[in-house]
């Protein structure tokens, strides 16, 4: 079936970075753009940018675009978040998302498949 | 650019409707039909169940329906049922802003 499987949670201290890895199944990977929102906790999603893993174009939200990195490995499948700079206020969940329209030009940000979720924890 | 704006909370008794509004700028909701609905139940991770406004993925019961007027959209469950209640986010793509949620609505069925 259709999965994204993320790694699994870590803690990390203020002023490191972070990478979070989603690996594709059951799908064709190149197909589909993914995204990445993250959501801390008990607050609402927030979309952290996109990448065309057959293309590797990618984009940015604007408060992410001097910390974050979207990268992918089309030889095993999977996609990469690199975040830098980590604050106590990057604590929270981070999900990959695959966008719902395969090989389309540019992505049309419906969020269809997720993955399972990485909880990261920034604190000293 | 800012977070769309929803209400916190709703609720509804079991059999009834209930509709949750979405509102966004011409720069986002009112210019594009790019607008989907994600359930959320607690610990769980989010659920595509509308898109492009009013289109359902394979397996969402039409209970769940969606519109735009202007700048804001709408999702309604109608018939409600106790595992509707959950999380709800909007989100809109928002042009070079990228894509923009909601701050999301719990739904409570009474």
């Known amino acids: 079936q259709v999965q994204l499987v993320q790694s699994g949670a870590e803690v990390k201290k203020p002023g490191a970075s972070l990478r979070v890895s989603c690996e594709a199944s059951g799908y064709t990977f190149t197909g589909y753009y993914i995204h990445w929102v993250r959501q801390a906790p008990g607050q609402g999603l927030e979309w952290m940018g996109w990448?065309?893993?057959?293309?590797?174009?990618?984009k940015y939200a604007q408060q992410f675009e001097d910390r974050v990195t979207l990268t992918r490995d089309t030889s095993i499948r999977t996609a990469y978040m690199d975040l830098s700079s980590l604050r106590s206020d990057d604590t929270a969940v981070y999900y990959c998302a695959r966008d719902r329209e395969e090989w389309a030009q540019y992505p049309y940000f419906f969020l269809e498949v997720w993955g399972q979720g990485m909880l990261v924890t920034v604190s000293s | 650019q800012s977070a769309l704006t929803q209400p916190p909370s709703a609720s509804g008794s079991p059999g009834q409707s209930v509709t949750i509004s979405c509102t966004g700028t011409?720069?986002?909701?009112?210019?594009?039909?790019?607008v989907s609905w994600y359930q959320q139940h607690p610990g769980k991770v989010p659920k595509l169940i509308l898109y492009e406004v009013g289109r359902r993925p394979s397996g969402v019961p039409d209970r769940f329906s969606g519109s735009k007027s202007g700048n804001t959209a709408s999702l309604t469950v109608s018939g409600l049922h106790a595992d509707d209640e959950a999380d709800y986010f909007c989100?809109?793509?928002?042009?070079?802003?990228?894509?923009?949620f909601g701050g999301g609505t719990k739904l409570t069925v009474l």
């Open positions: 989100s809109s793509y928002a042009g070079n802003s990228g894509l923009l």
């Open positions: 990448i065309n893993p057959n293309s590797g174009g990618r």
């Open positions: 011409s720069s986002d909701i009112g210019t594009y039909n790019y």
